[in-house]
């Protein structure tokens, strides 16, 4: 029952409000506790007949008790086996319960343990790669399954160890590899450059046949060898076919054949699964550069053999095929901007080690064998996408050089020739050998060959060889030429250079040192210009000869022409400049023969012995002179007879003859006649009238003064164009007439005839007084 009146009162707000509530709440008691007494009143009599009833039971509860008990003591008895059965039972299921875990476990646990064993296995058998896949498989698939396990995380721990040492173990191997192919790149690059020119020399022998057999055929002009040189340069290109064909069905080597590069494949791989390629890539790239450096860096005497420039090129090639082989089969490991810095840094490298070692070259054999092996190796490393046009351009320097040991090598082959020349026409005794001598040189004399035999060319040996050899420098030549991948108008242009240089330097040179040594005579200058004359109209064949080698006509605007006509001139000029010096000296050699009396009183009658033994010296040279051209043996004889003339007014004068005789000067006249009459009788054709008597004029007007005793005349007459003693100085006239004069003095024929002493004596001093003055006349006028 509830007291919602005095709930109420507890929150009205008025006085006395709680004792209004504890009175409300003691009346709602009271009313609760009638209402209880009323239930149980109620309910009294049910409860008296339940004990009622609960008594009755008592009894019967009893009887039940004791049977119970009996029952559950007999049914414990009974059921002790089965209690040990029972506990049995569930020790069983729970060790089966067990095993089945154990059993779940151990499936869980071996494909890891069975996984690792391969792991370890893979290890062993140094199959890394597959072993980082294996690891990465453990990793992401089995380990999660097993992780609680002990054991298993001193798998996860050792992982990373066993990652280390692969590492180590993969570098080691790439460490090797670098230094296998390191010692073997020569091989690589040996193998590569045969196969380059392998391909080369079949190319160019399918050319030939495409052409065919074109090449060579009618190829030079006056020249017999061309048509066998070309028959041997195609069998020779043929066999080396062959060769190549038989060499082709052989296996072919590559550079897989030659290296094993599974070291690097492996070790990219196993960098590439550990996440670290940058650091491979870098290293790899690091260690490659230092090999490069290395291989560029050539031997001290590289330069002295053919194989040391081999063995360069060799391992320089080896080294780029290496890295293009890496470039092709692997990604990333290198790039082509990579291989490109590479290239160009050693492209520099070893363009400056060639032109460095090259300029030691001497021999022109080594340098056209360092030309061939700089095309096989630029081709060759063309065929693997090099660029190498800086390689062709060295090319041309080296050719210089090649021009420059050939130059040095044909002024040797030249001195030898002039050396064992003769200097004499080549006698020629029957039709064969007259053959052999127009095979060699094209010379060409219609009277010559109406001449029967024996006969002889006017030139002398060493003309044909010289011919010869120049054609031998042009094939020399052109052996630098090929494969240059030039065309014909730039070959032509370099032959005719190479030759020009030839020509005007090195056998110009030849010629001008052999005219100036001692031992070459008079003779021997002769048969210089003759053999000149006929090379320089050899000079044209020479040009032939070019053009159809190179087949580029000399019409053509931009052809160099040969320089013989100048360099032979050259020569000429020489020649005869030494021809007038050694005739000269000659001269001279026989003038310091004479021995004159300068105080004789009377002639012998007949001229000197020196003199006449030089007049015959002269003829007999000028015979000789009769094969040069008419002007130089005109010079040469009039040069002569001048030297001869002044020899001879430079003896009158010398200064150390102090006295003079009459004797003597008619001894004198009569040797000068003999050099006019010699001047007279035409030793050299060709002069007009007296013009070669002109060369004594001095001296016989001179002579015909004081023969006559004709002062009086010279006196007179002197400084008119007219005068009959034009030619006689005043102060030559001086010198002699002062020499007589201290002769006469002292003669003692004079003694004799005193007034003729006297009056002579007169004369003379007034002579020389008049001839003082007029000297003395001219030097103030001067």
Not at 295 to 300: A, G, N, R
Not at 556 to 566: C, D, K, M
Not at 601 to 617: K, T, V
């Amino acid at each position: 029952m509830r007291c919602p009146g005095a709930r109420r009162s507890v929150y009205d707000d008025q006085p006395n409000a709680h004792k209004k509530f504890m009175e409300k709440l003691d009346a709602c008691i009271r009313n609760h506790d009638k209402e209880i007494e009323k239930m149980c009143n109620f309910h009294h009599q049910g409860f008296v007949d339940a004990i009622t009833e609960l008594l009755k039971v008592r009894a019967d509860a009893e009887k039940l008790k004791v049977q119970v008990t009996d029952t559950n003591r007999r049914f414990q008895d009974a059921g002790k086996e089965v209690i040990v059965q029972t506990e049995d039972i569930i020790r069983c299921r729970i060790q089966q319960r067990n095993i089945t875990t154990v059993v779940e476990k151990l499936q869980l646990c071996l494909p890891v343990l069975e996984m690792y064993s391969k792991l370890k296995e893979q290890m062993s058998a140094k199959r890394y790669y597959s072993a980082l896949k294996t690891m990465e498989q453990l990793e992401n698939v089995y380990f999660p399954r097993v992780s609680q396990y002990r054991f298993c995380q001193l798998m996860v721990e050792n992982l990373p160890k066993l990652r280390e040492d692969i590492k180590e173990i993969s570098m080691s191997d790439l460490k090797d590899f670098l230094e296998s192919i390191r010692k073997h790149s020569d091989k690589i690059g040996e193998t590569a450059m045969k196969q380059a020119q392998q391909q080369k020399t079949f190319s160019v022998t399918l050319q030939i046949k495409q052409n065919n057999v074109k090449f060579g055929k009618n190829m030079y002009i006056n020249d017999r060898i061309p048509e066998e040189s070309s028959e041997i340069v195609l069998k020779h290109a043929f066999e080396e076919e062959e060769e190549n064909e038989e060499e082709n069905e052989e296996e072919v080597l590559t550079v897989q054949d030659l290296v094993d590069f599974s070291p690097v494949y492996r070790c990219l791989h196993i960098y590439s699964v550990l996440g670290d390629e940058e650091a491979f890539e870098n290293y790899y790239r690091k260690q490659r550069k230092k090999q490069a450096r290395l291989v560029l860096q050539p031997q001290s005497n590289m330069h002295e053999t053919v194989d040391g420039y081999r063995r360069y090129f060799t391992q320089i090639v080896g080294f780029f095929v290496v890295e293009d082989h890496i470039l092709h089969v692997t990604q990333g490991l290198v790039t082509r901007a990579y291989t490109d810095e590479l290239w160009n840094m050693a492209l520099s490298k070893i363009i400056a080690v060639l032109r460095a070692h090259s300029s030691y070259c001497t021999d022109p054999d080594l340098v056209l064998e360092l030309k061939n092996l700089i095309v096989i190796f630029a081709d060759t490393l063309q065929g693997y996408g090099f660029p190498v046009n800086r390689l062709f351009d060295l090319l041309f320097e080296i050719r210089d050089q090649y021009n420059e040991t050939l130059l040095k090598k044909w002024a040797g082959v030249f001195r030898d020739i002039f050396e064992e020349d003769n200097y004499s026409p080549i006698p020629i005794v029957n039709e064969e050998e007259y053959k052999i001598v127009i095979s060699k040189f094209p010379f060409q004399d219609p009277d010559l060959e109406k001449q029967s035999f024996p006969k002889k060319f006017p030139m002398s040996q060493s003309v044909p060889h010289i011919y010869i050899q120049v054609k031998e420098f042009i094939y020399a030549s052109l052996k630098f030429s090929e494969s240059l991948h030039r065309s014909s108008t730039e070959i032509d242009d370099m032959l005719r250079k190479s030759t020009n240089l030839l020509l005007t330097r090195t056998l110009c040179s030849c010629l001008l040192n052999l005219i100036r040594k001692p031992h070459i005579g008079l003779t021997e200058l002769v048969q210089i210009i003759i053999n000149t004359t006929h090379l320089e109209q050899a000079c044209k064949y020479l040009e032939d000869f070019i053009t159809n080698i190179t087949n580029i006509s000399q019409e053509t605007v931009h052809t160099t022409r040969l320089y013989g006509l100048s360099t032979f001139k050259d020569a000429r000029h020489a020649a005869e400049g030494e021809i007038y010096t050694k005739l000269n000296q000659k001269i001279d050699e026989f003038v310091q023969l004479a021995d004159y009396d300068w105080t004789m009183s009377e002639p012998d009658g007949r001229a000197s012995g020196y003199l006449m033994d030089l007049i015959n010296f002269l003829r007999s040279i000028f015979q000789v002179f009769t094969h040069l051209p008419g002007k130089v043996a005109q010079t040469a004889c009039m040069s002569a007879c001048q030297h001869l003339s002044t020899s001879l007014m430079q003896m009158l004068l010398d200064s150390e003859l102090k006295q003079i005789s009459m004797g003597a000067v008619q001894q004198f006249n009569l040797d000068v006649i003999q050099c006019e009459l010699f001047a007279s009788s035409e030793p050299v054709p060709g002069f007009q009238g007296d013009t070669l008597q002109l060369a004594f004029i001095d001296l016989r007007q001179l002579l015909d003064l004081f023969m006559v005793w004709d002062w009086s005349t010279y006196l007179a007459d002197y400084g008119q164009p007219a005068s009959k003693y034009l030619r006689v100085n005043p102060n030559t006239a001086l010198t002699l007439l002062e020499k007589m004069k201290d002769t006469s003095k002292k003669n003692n024929i004079f003694a004799q005839f005193r007034k003729n002493d006297r009056d002579k004596q007169k004369l003379i001093e007034t002579v020389v007084k008049q001839l003082r003055s007029l000297v003395n006349g001219m030097s103030q006028h001067t």
